[in-house]
T-cell receptor
Framework: KQEVTQIPAALSVPEGENLVLNCSFT??????LQWFRQDPGKGLTSLLL?????REQTSGRLNASLDKSSGRSTLYIAASQPGDSATYLC?????????????FGKGTLLTVNP | ETGVTQSPTHLIKTRGQQVTLRCSSQ?????VSWYQQALGQGPQFIFQ???????GRGNFPPRFSGLQFPNYSSELNVNALELDDSALYLC??????????????FGPGTRLTVL
């Protein structure tokens, strides 16, 4: 059974700071991992999808890494902005093969202060 | 290309009632998954529908049921509502080709409050 843990649960930083969000998962037989953003009361926006054959994926100021052997993924946000304030969720598929079921962490609530 | 849409946006029901939530999948997608997100928690997988059949189910009781229609839209039905059913219900669509499934794209969710 896949379990996903995210650390820290909450993070408050001043604008412009670089930051790292951490995600760990128990079942390393995954073939991808996704990072999502969720604004209060809203749905999920997919940020990055890392295939197991990749070690990193980048989109703008976001960079996600995946280390299957250690069961860890990190989301790096460069030069944070107040608009980055949201909850960030990572999700791993249950076991190998089809990712028909995503298991989510509880998320990291990020606040970027102007 | 239209994204995933869900209706209604908000819903208030009382204990014991039944509710139906609706989801229209993204164009070209054949698979719909439903998730329940309680306040302060990550989404929990309820079930997935592929080609109008249930393709996997999470740890939810049988009073949670679903349908997928030929146009790949989907419904989530919950009978005998309980207070703990209050949550944000998220629908995600994806394209399943063979044994693997592509990225899931989420809708805006339906906020259900049970009084």
């Amino acid at each position: 059974k896949q379990e996903v843990t995210q650390i820290p649960a909450a993070l408050s930083v001043p604008e412009g700071e670089n930051l790292v969000l951490n995600c760990s998962f128990t079942d390393s037989a995954i073939y991808n991992l996704q990072w999502f953003r969720q604004d209060p009361g809203k749905g999920l926006t997919s940020l990055l999808l890392i295939q197991s054959s990749q070690r990193e994926q980048t989109s703008g100021r976001l960079n996600a890494s995946l280390d299957k052997s250690s069961g860890r993924s990190t989301l790096y946000i460069a030069a944070s902005q107040p608009g980055d304030s949201a909850t960030y969720l990572c999700a791993a598929p249950e076991g190998g093969g089809s990712n028909y079921k995503l298991t989510f962490g509880k998320g990291t609530l990020l606040t970027v202060n102007p | 290309e239209t994204g995933v849409t869900q209706s209604p946006t908000h819903l208030i029901k009382t204990r014991g009632q039944q509710v139906t939530l609706r989801c229209s999948s993204q164009s070209g997608h054949n698979t719909v998954s439903w998730y329940q997100q309680a306040l302060g928690q990550g989404p929990q997988f309820i079930f997935q529908y592929y080609r109008e059949e249930e393709n996997g189910r999470g740890n939810f009781p049988p009073r949670f049921s679903g349908l997928q229609f030929p146009n790949y839209s989907s419904e989530l039905n919950v009978n005998a509502l309980e207070l703990d059913d209050s949550a944000l219900y998220l629908c995600a669509s994806s394209l399943k080709t063979g044994p693997s499934t592509d990225t899931q794209y989420f809708g805006p969710g339906t906020r259900l409050t049970v009084l």
